[in-house]
């Protein structure tokens, strides 16, 4: 079991439960489909690609947008 307070996970659950009480940068995120992008480039990199090879490779396909933390919050570590 994860040592995270109760209060902690009872709000992580109703976020999933329900997207309104999402951050405006979340629901920001979840708009321009960046989750998806960046799913897509450390897929195609065979897994392996830290959060900034990721950054990196989306910039030379012209994203402009701020990818730089979503690895991180996808669990895509350094």
């Known amino acids: 079991m994860l040592p995270i307070a109760p209060s902690s996970y009872h709000d992580h659950v109703a976020k999933r439960i329900d997207p309104s ?40 396909e012209g994203s402009t947008s701020p990818a730089a933390r979503l690895p991180t919050d996808e669990g895509h570590g350094s």
Not at 21 to 39: I, N, Q, T
Not at 49 to 55: A, E, I, L, P, T
Request: aromatic share 10%.
């Open 21 to 60: 009480r999402l951050s405006a940068r979340a629901k920001r995120d979840e708009a321009l489909a960046l989750k998806d992008e960046v799913r897509r480039v450390f897929e195609a990199n065979f897994r392996v690609y830290g959060v900034r090879k990721v950054w990196r490779e989306l910039q030379r």
